[in-house]
C-alpha cells in the first residue's frame, strides 16, 4: 500500500484528508476497518471500492480509493503511527514526523529576478511549486504560478517581470523520502504535501 497524506493541518485548516492507494491492480475497499493515527479515530473512512454514479443522465461506474479523514489531529511529533485493520488485514506504518511541516525561510522578491526558499529541514524536497496572489482591493492586482528547482535545501524560483505590489507568497512542496517502518505490507512508502504562505512584497531592483 501507498498511503498518500495530501497536505499539512497548521497550513491548509483544521483537517487532513488520507488517501490509502496501492500498486497491484485491481480496486479494493476495506471492510469494517478500524483506522486510528496515533490512537486517534477519523471522524469518517471511506471504505473504497467500485461505485456507481450518474452523469449527464448515464450512469457510469469507477474505482474509489479507501481513505480517511481526522478534523482535529494528534500534536506532531518525532514518529507517528498509523493502524489499519480490517477482517483481512491487520497493519501498520510508522512514519517519522509524518505531522512536521518543513520550516520556510523566505528570501527577498525582486521583479525579474531569481528568488530563494531555504528549507530549514533535513528531509528532501521532492518538489515544489510557488504561487502569488495579489491583495484583493489592488486594481492593478496580478496572480502567478511559477514552477521551482530544488537544490542544496533550497527552492529556487524566477520572479516574473510582471510581478508588482503586496500579497500572498505560497510555497506548495512534496516529500518522498520518508523514513517508514511498515508492519504487515509487502511495500510501503508515505508522500506528505505542504508548505507555508507568506505577506510580501514584491521590490524593484
Known amino acids: ?61 469507477g474505482c474509489v480509493t479507501p481513505s480517511f479523514y481526522l478534523e482535529a489531529l494528534p500534536a506532531p511529533k518525532p514518529l507517528s503511527v498509523i493502524t489499519l485493520a480490517d477482517h483481512s488485514t491487520d497493519v501498520s506504518l510508522a512514519v517519522d514526523r509524518l505531522l512536521v511541516n518543513p520550516q520556510l525561510d523566505i528570501g527577498v522578491l525582486a521583479r525579474g529576478e531569481m528568488a530563494t526558499v531555504r528549507v530549514l529541514d533535513d528531509r528532501a524536497i521532492a518538489r515544489a511549486t510557488v504561487w502569488w496572489r495579489g491583495e484583493l482591493e489592488d486594481p492593478n492586482r496580478n496572480d502567478w504560478q ?29 516529500i518522498e523520502a520518508h523514513q517508514v517502518d511498515c508492519v504487515g505490507f509487502a511495500r510501503c512508502e508515505v508522500v506528505t504535501r505542504g508548505g507555508a504562505s507568506f505577506e510580501r512584497t514584491i521590490v524593484a531592483l
Open 1 to 61: 500500500g501507498v498511503p498518500e497524506i495530501p497536505n499539512w493541518s497548521d497550513n491548509y485548516g483544521t483537517g487532513m484528508t488520507f488517501d490509502l492507494t496501492y500498486s497491484a491492480a485491481g480496486c479494493f475497499s476495506l471492510d469494517e476497518p478500524q483506522v486510528a493515527l496515533d490512537d486517534r479515530e477519523p471522524e469518517y473512512v471511506v471504505i473504497g471500492g467500485f461505485e456507481s454514479y450518474e452523469v449527464h443522465g448515464e450512469t457510469e461506474s
Open 146 to 174: 511559477v514552477e521551482a528547482t530544488i537544490a542544496d535545501a533550497e527552492i529556487r524560483f524566477m520572479v516574473p517581470t510582471f510581478a508588482r505590489g503586496t500579497g500572498t507568497l505560497g510555497v506548495e512542496l512534496a
